[in-house]
């Protein structure tokens, strides 16, 4: 899942969980997972800080990727068949914007 979005000058945050085969519940990563492309996933989901100047190595660019496994061609194998993102966040003084959201692997993609 990769996303586009506006920096914003204080925090703010987006979550990202998602829903398996029409599950009510998300599924929990097993593991924390920082790739170092935005998003940190852990067993609440995977978040990141929408904040411009979140890291000492520079201001942010404004996108960011996150990787989930699952089927990546019709030889995959595995009993999910559908996913949900939920996406949910909580902003201080600064509107939050996104521009883009690219789900890899959907039909028509």
Do not use: C, W
């Not at 890291?55 to 989930?68: E, I, N, P, Q, V």
């Amino acid at each position: 899942m990769e996303i586009l979005y506006n920096p914003t000058n204080n925090d703010a945050t987006l979550t990202a969980n998602l829903h398996f085969n029409n599950s009510q519940t998300a599924r929990a990563n097993a593991i924390r997972v920082d790739r170092g492309e935005g998003f940190v996933a852990d067993t609440s989901g995977a978040g990141i800080n929408l904040k411009r100047a979140r890291s000492a190595l520079g201001d942010s660019t404004g996108a960011a990727k996150m990787r989930f496994s699952g089927h990546r061609d019709q030889y995959s194998s595995g009993a999910d068949r559908h996913v949900a993102i939920d996406l949910s966040g909580q902003q201080a003084l600064d509107a939050v914007t996104l521009y883009d959201l690219n789900v890899e692997g959907v039909p028509g993609e």
